[in-house]
Structures are given as structure tokens and as C-alpha cells.
């Protein structure tokens, strides 16, 4: 089964090689991306839409969301708009709530929130555990993830909560609760900051997760500058997410490393903080992906459109560079080749923008834009003109 996609105004490729086109087609057979080029060159294919010089470009790559939890914090929310600080302990509100759900609770509360995430665009996400913080809560959560994604993140280490002793909790998520997440998790990740782990703690976390075969990433450098970035890039950390008080000597050693600065300028909207410097990122040659980290305390969206609108018009990056670390930058932050771009052989996850180009993400904030979603060669959100 074959689909020729022709008269793409603008396709936005995110591939090395094949860059930009104009007036451009694409062929998808089965889940991936056959063919690539001009209209007029176009082969044949089973069946055909013409996307009357609209843009395309890759399914959005979401590499940081925190989607199993029950309950909400619309009433933290509205608290610190009116001027109570960010902390992490808020956290433990939305541990009780999803300790309480029932599996059909939280089951229900990911396809919603993963059918959010496909209809404005996204088509790889990561999703992180958490809310659990016991081995049986942080297994079911996983596991539950895992029915919506692969990218599955084990998160104990995100806060220690009140009934354990801190060294207890430590211990259990290096130890037994460790052993219970890993066959559900593709990744360990851990809350580095003053509120939540040391980077001792959190060293002794990610060592524990590499040893059992998981890849490493971390929340660093969030809420004040801190030796976290130092250790995701020392671990070879796929990513180390947030970024927001960085040093100049934290800037160069994730220049020169393989970690991905993952940048979450929707938190910092949320919560009416500082933006990360993303120029010093990008000008210093680092790899920059952008991120939701979707969550119902820092920052209840799940809007890729939005937090490119924001990386762009708050955090200076161009147009261009803000696609495509919503894209190629997350694949890199997961360490995927497959998705981010649309080079022939990519999996054919892609996006058709209701504007003549990726900069509308930009130039139209807040407008649903995102007119058709292709995940795995099939239309699964919005529509195409008939043929
Ligand atoms: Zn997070």
C-alpha cells in the first residue's frame, strides 16, 4: 500500500542531504518514507492527495512528558500566578492522587492526553514515570506507558516521599524497585536540583539504570545553576532537560559531548520563570532539543506548537532551528534515527501545517495549524483533500 503526497508548498525535510523543497512530493509504502523529490518527478503510487502548496515536515518528537498521574493542580496553578514560588514538593499531591486511580483511571487519562499530543503533531513521545515512588506504583505506571510508547522513562528519583526515610528510598531505587521497573523502561532518568536529588544521589541513580541496561537522562540545572548538567554529559547521558541556569563551562561541556540539551520553554512560561539561554546552546555548537514536559504541576500543556512558537519568539532561536529541535533534535534525545526527519526510509510520521510554512508555527501562535497527521504511513488525526 502506497500514498503520493504532491504540490508540498514547503517540506521541511530535517534530512542533511535533502534539506528544504519547494513544490515537492513524497511517496509513503507501509510505515515508511519510499521516495522523496519534486512534484513534477513523482512515481506512481496506490493513492494520492494533493496538499495545494501547503507545508509538511516530521511528526514532532516529544521527548520529555510526565503523562501517568490522576488528578489535577489547577488550584497550585492559580496560587502561583498570584505569586507563591515553584517548589518541588507539590509533586506529592499528584503521588496520593495516582496512588488512589484505578489502572482504567490512568489508562483513560494517557489516551487522552497521547490523542492531544497526535492531533496537534506529535508522533513520538516519551513518557516518564514518577507518581508512583513505590516499586509496585512505579512498575504499573510503566507498564501502562508502555501501551502508548515505547520511549518509557523509570522516574523514582523524583522526589522521596514522606512515609520512607531518604537513604530507604535511595536504596529501593537503586535496588528492588530498579529490578521491577527495568523490564518496562527504556531509560532512568532522576530530578537533580536542591529540592530533589544531590548529584551524588542522582549519580548513584543513573549508574544503578546503565548497569541494568537502561539509557541515562536527567532534569538538570533547573531552578538554579548545580553540577547536574556536569554529570548527564560525564554519564553520556542521552539528555539532560531543563538547562535553564546554565554556566559558560556547562555550555561547553555540552558542546563537546553527546548529551542533548533539552530545553522546556513551556515550564518556563507555566511558571513565569527565566528562559534558558538557547543562543549560547546553539552559537556554542550544542545539540537542542525542545520538549513539552507535559506534567500537571510545572506545565499542563502538551502544545509542540506552542513551545515552538516560544523557543522562537523567547528563546531567539530561528524558524528553522526551532523545528527542528522539535523534530530531529528530540529523535536525537531518544536516540532514535528513524523518526525527526523525512529522509526515504524514515518512518513516514509527518505533519501538514494548514500555512504555506514552518514559520507559521511561529507567526501564529495558539492557532491550531496542524491540518493532518500521518503516524506509521497512516492518516490518524485530521484530513487530506479528496482526491
Ligand atoms: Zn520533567
Not at 523543497?21 to 522523496?36: E, F, Q, S, Y
Not at 548545580?226 to 532537560?241: F, N, T
Request: proline share 5%; glycine share 10%; aromatic share 6%.
Amino acid at each position: 500500500m502506497s500514498i503520493l503526497l504532491t504540490n508540498i508548498g514547503l517540506l521541511a525535510t530535517q534530512d542533511p542531504e535533502l534539506g528544504e523543497l519547494t513544490d515537492a512530493a513524497l511517496v509513503l509504502a507501509n510505515d515508511r518514507i519510499a521516495w522523496v523529490g519534486p512534484s513534477a518527478q513523482a512515481p506512481a503510487a496506490d493513492e494520492h492527495a494533493d496538499l495545494e502548496g501547503r507545508a509538511v515536515l516530521p511528526g514532532f518528537v516529544d521527548s520529555h512528558a510526565h503523562l501517568v498521574f490522576a488528578g489535577d493542580r489547577a488550584g497550585e496553578f492559580a496560587a502561583r500566578m498570584a505569586g507563591t514560588r515553584y517548589a518541588a514538593g507539590g509533586i506529592q499531591t499528584t503521588v496520593a492522587a495516582t496512588r488512589a486511580a484505578s489502572d482504567d483511571v490512568l489508562r483513560a487519562n494517557l489516551a487522552r492526553l497521547a490523542r492531544e499530543l497526535l492531533v496537534a503533531g506529535v508522533t513520538t513521545f516519551e513518557c516518564k514515570s514518577g507518581y508512583g515512588l513505590d516499586a509496585q506504583q512505579e512498575q504499573r505506571s510503566l507498564r501502562l506507558a508502555g501501551d502508548f510508547t515505547p520511549e518509557t522513562t523509570f522516574l523514582g528519583a523524583h522526589v522521596v516521599p514522606p512515609e520512607v526515610a531518604r537513604e530507604d528510598y535511595l536504596a529501593s531505587v537503586c535496588g528492588p524497585m530498579l529490578a521491577a521497573c527495568a523490564p518496562y523502561a527504556r531509560w532512568v532518568d532522576a530530578f537533580c536540583e536542591a529540592d530533589a536529588f544531590s548529584v551524588d544521589e542522582c549519580r548513584l541513580v543513573l549508574q544503578a539504570g546503565l548497569t541494568a541496561g537502561l539509557g541515562a537522562r536527567l532534569h538538570a540545572n533547573q531552578l538554579g545553576p548545580g553540577p547536574g548538567v556536569r554529570l548527564a554529559v560525564e554519564l553520556g547521558a542521552a539528555s539532560a532537560d531543563h538547562c535553564t541556569y546554565l554556566t559558560s563551562a556547562d555550555v561547553d561541556d555540552l558542546a563537546a559531548g553527546s548529551t542533548v540539551a533539552t530545553l522546556l520553554p513551556l515550564v518556563e512560561f507555566s511558571t513565569r520563570s527565566p528562559y534558558p539561554d538557547a543562543r549560547a546552546l546553539l552559537d556554542a555548537g550544542a545539540a537542542v532539543a525542545i520538549a513539552t514536559d507535559c506534567n500537571p504541576g510545572s506545565c499542563f500543556t502538551s502544545s509542540m506548537p506552542l513551545c515552538i512558537a516560544l523557543a522562537v519568539r523567547e528563546m531567539r532561536l530561528t524558524t528553522q532551528e526551532a523545528v527542528w529541535a522539535a523534530t530531529a533534535g528530540g529523535a536525537h534525545a531518544l536516540r532514535r534515527t528513524d523518526v525527526g526527519h523525512l529522509g526515504v526510509g524514515a518512518r513516514a510520521d509527518l505533519v501538514l501545517l494548514d500555512g504555506p510554512s514552518h514559520a507559521y508555527l511561529a507567526y501564529r501562535p495558539g492557532v491550531p495549524l496542524v491540518a493532518a497527521v500521518w503516524r506509521h504511513g497512516e492518516l490518524s488525526a485530521g484530513t487530506v483533500p479528496p482526491d
